[in-house]
């Protein structure tokens, strides 16, 4: 696609619920990230995918938390059981090449989950 | 560790007014240093960068200058425009990390009034 979309846009979640995000990054990217970006705060680094392999999951908060890109494009963000403190913008950047910061990512408009 | 600080918005100004936003940082190294821009109701977007010591990144009227000494990386624009209104962060990528994953501050709010 033309750029990096993301699902659902809003999501509404009763604390202990399971949720799941999804990410479609540009085609043929190699390169996917996980941000998450509590209200008025810098978007913060969850997990790293390079093709199909989750090459680093230091970011994530707890063991809850789970991702994942099966066959190397489309990524899904898992929260089990949630929590108030999970209430934040998720978003998902793609990028050409596996060290191409250099050019930038391209980010989604972002999930917005509020746990209650 | 590394980290980011940005001033605090919102800033609030007038158009055609000149804009700074402060960023600095402590990294250790030689990080790559960027300013995103979040639009409303859209994705981040890399507005410009600089990877090297005094390397000035400039894209749309704006400009920030690479400063090791100081270990800074301000945002500037010369005159605004109420479109320019958005949130703007100041990020960094450690050279010593080969994935690329960016560290931000916590953004700040321009809001520019005709």
């Known amino acids: 696609g033309a750029g990096v979309s993301q699902s659902p846009r809003y999501k509404v979640a009763k604390r202990g619920q399971d949720v799941a995000l999804r990410c479609d990054p540009i085609s043929g990217h190699v390169s996917l990230f996980w941000y998450q970006q509590a209200l008025g705060q810098g978007p913060e680094f969850l997990t790293y995918?390079?093709?199909?392999?989750?090459?680093?999951k230091s970011g994530l908060p707890s063991d809850r938390f789970f991702a994942e890109r099966p066959e190397g494009s489309v990524s899904t963000l898992k929260i089990q059981r949630t929590q108030q403190e999970d209430s934040a913008v998720y978003l998902c950047?793609?990028?050409?090449?596996?060290?191409?910061?250099?050019?930038?990512?391209?980010f989604g408009s972002g999930t917005r989950l509020t746990v209650v | 560790g590394n980290s980011v600080t940005q001033m605090e918005g919102p800033v609030t100004l007038s158009e055609e007014a000149f804009l700074t936003i402060n960023c600095t940082y402590t990294?250790?190294?030689?990080?790559?240093l960027f300013w995103y821009v979040q639009y409303p109701g859209e994705g981040l977007q890399l507005l410009l960068k600089a990877t090297k010591a005094d390397d000035k990144g400039s894209n749309k009227g704006f400009e920030a200058t690479y400063r090791k000494e100081t270990t800074s990386f301000h945002l500037e624009k010369g005159s605004v425009q109420v479109s320019d209104s958005a949130v703007y962060f100041c990020a960094l990528r450690k050279t010593t990390d080969s994935w690329g994953k960016l560290q931000f501050g916590a953004g700040t709010q321009v809001v520019v009034t005709p």
């Open positions: 990294a250790t190294g030689y990080p790559s």
């Open positions: 995918f390079q093709n199909e392999a989750q090459l680093d």
């Open positions: 950047a793609s990028s050409l090449g596996e060290d191409r910061v250099y050019y930038g990512y391209t």
